[in-house]
């Protein structure tokens, strides 16, 4: 796999093209219509009404800008590697958050910069970017950004408890290809290459593992979705 720096720079090449992931959310190829109803459910039997909220590698803040049409979001921060993905964000959170900051940035680098903490730390798709070891150290610098009784809410790559990284990577490339009908040859290249070079998918057994390491006590898997590729987890302190 390639050194950190070259990942980076490979993650922000693709995603600055922001085209063919608003496709698949517009799609529901990965979930995100199943994370807004989990977290509108979810934050509502918390009895949460006025939110204060952090994301990492936010990309347009779909999810988020969804759930302004059910909660007040008192503070919003967002950090994002690409500049495009970050500029759709500011358009679709406008008038839906009191205190907005978005940051253009990685988000190790930037997470310790952010003042104060937040009810809900949300990471979609991003985390799984990072190896086992970064994984442990991102999960605890969020854990600092959580106020106690704070929810993180990461939705991500889940592969089967028996299976390799790259038996995941097969089955899921084999799923792009026959249910991602919508992209062409070349788009749907980019994606495979993409998903080879940089995804490095755990297990729920792994992501509980690392998190339980990382100081979190409590960790749910309510959803799974039905080809076994994407899940939602929850994790408090
Ligand atoms: C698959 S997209 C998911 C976007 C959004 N979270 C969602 O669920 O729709 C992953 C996003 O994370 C961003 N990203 C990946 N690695 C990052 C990093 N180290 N720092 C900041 N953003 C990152 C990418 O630029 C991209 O916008």
Same mark, same amino acid.
């Given at each position: 796999?390639?050194?950190?720096?070259?990942?980076?720079?490979? !993650?922000?090449?693709?995603?600055?093209?922001?085209?063919?992931?608003?496709?698949? !959310?517009?799609? $529901?190829?990965?979930?995100?219509?199943?994370?807004?109803?989990?977290?509108?459910?979810?934050?509502?039997?918390?009895?949460?009404?006025?939110?204060?909220?952090?994301?990492?590698?936010?990309?347009?803040?779909?999810?988020?800008?969804?759930?302004?049409?059910?909660?007040? !979001?008192?503070?919003?921060?967002?950090?994002?590697?690409?500049?495009?993905? @970050?500029?759709?964000?500011?358009?679709?959170?406008?008038?839906?958050?009191? $205190?907005?900051?978005?940051?253009?940035?990685?988000?190790?680098?930037?997470?310790?910069?952010?003042?104060?903490?937040?009810?809900?730390?949300?990471?979609?798709?991003?985390?799984?970017?990072?190896?086992?070891?970064?994984?442990?150290? @991102?999960?605890?610098?969020?854990?600092?950004?959580?106020?106690?009784?704070?929810?993180?809410?990461?939705?991500?790559?889940?592969?089967?408890?028996?299976?390799?990284?790259?038996?995941?990577?097969?089955?899921?490339?084999?799923?792009?290809?026959?249910? +991602?009908?919508?992209?062409?040859?070349?788009?749907?290249?980019?994606?495979?290459?993409?998903?080879?070079? $940089?995804?490095?998918?755990?297990?729920?057994?792994? +992501?509980?593992?690392?998190?339980?390491?990382?100081?979190?006590?409590?960790?749910?898997?309510?959803?799974?979705?039905?080809?076994?590729?994407?899940?939602?987890?929850?994790?408090?302190?």
């Amino acid at each position: 796999m390639a050194s950190d720096d070259v990942r980076i720079n490979e !993650i922000r090449a693709f995603f600055e093209g922001w085209d063919l992931y608003t496709t698949v !959310i517009e799609q $529901n190829y990965m979930i995100h219509t199943e994370v807004l109803s989990y977290l509108v459910r979810r934050l509502t039997e918390l009895g949460w009404s006025d939110l204060s909220i952090l994301e990492v590698g936010c990309g347009d803040a779909h999810v988020v800008s969804e759930m302004g049409r059910f909660f007040t !979001i008192e503070r919003y921060c967002g950090i994002e590697l690409s500049r495009m993905a @970050l500029d759709f964000a500011a358009t679709k959170l406008e008038g839906k958050v009191q $205190n907005l900051e978005l940051i253009h940035g990685e988000m190790v680098e930037e997470i310790d910069r952010i003042q104060g903490k937040f009810d809900l730390i949300v990471a979609g798709y991003t985390i799984h970017h990072l190896d086992e070891k970064g994984k442990r150290a @991102l999960f605890a610098s969020l854990k600092e950004r959580l106020y106690s009784g704070g929810l993180l809410v990461v939705y991500d790559v889940v592969h089967r408890q028996e299976e390799t990284r790259e038996e995941y990577l097969d089955r899921a490339v084999r799923h792009f290809e026959t249910d +991602w009908t919508i992209f062409t040859a070349e788009q749907l290249k980019s994606v495979r290459n993409h998903v080879r070079q $940089n995804d490095i998918p755990e297990s729920w057994e792994g +992501w509980r593992r690392i998190a339980q390491e990382s100081g979190y006590q409590k960790m749910r898997f309510p959803y799974y979705d039905k080809n076994r590729l994407f899940g939602i987890m929850e994790f408090l302190d």
